[in-house]
C-alpha cells in the first residue's frame, strides 16, 4: 500500500467516525448523512480492492450505517 493510499484510508475513516457522531447526536440517520457514509464507504471499498482486512473494515462500517 503506498503512503497517498494509507493517506485517502485514513481520511476516509475520519470522515466514516464524523458520520457516525452526527448520526448519534441527531438520533436517528439523516439523509444527508447517510449519503456522506456512503459515499465514504464506497470509496473505501474501492481502495481496498482484494485487501482482506481492508474489506472486512468496510463490512463492518456498512452494518453500523444499515
Known amino acids: ?9 485514513a481520511l476516509l475513516r475520519q470522515e466514516l467516525r464524523a458520520c457516525w457522531d452526527r448520526a448519534d447526536r441527531a438520533g ?10 456512503l459515499t465514504a ?8 480492492g482484494s485487501d482482506n482486512e481492508l474489506c472486512a473494515e ?9
Do not use: G, T
Open 58 to 66: 468496510v463490512r463492518r462500517w456498512s452494518l453500523r450505517f444499515a
Open 1 to 9: 500500500m503506498s503512503y497517498a493510499e494509507a493517506k485517502e484510508i
Open 41 to 48: 464507504l464506497a470509496r473505501m471499498a474501492q481502495v481496498a
Open 28 to 37: 436517528a440517520f439523516a439523509p444527508s448523512v447517510r449519503q456522506a457514509a
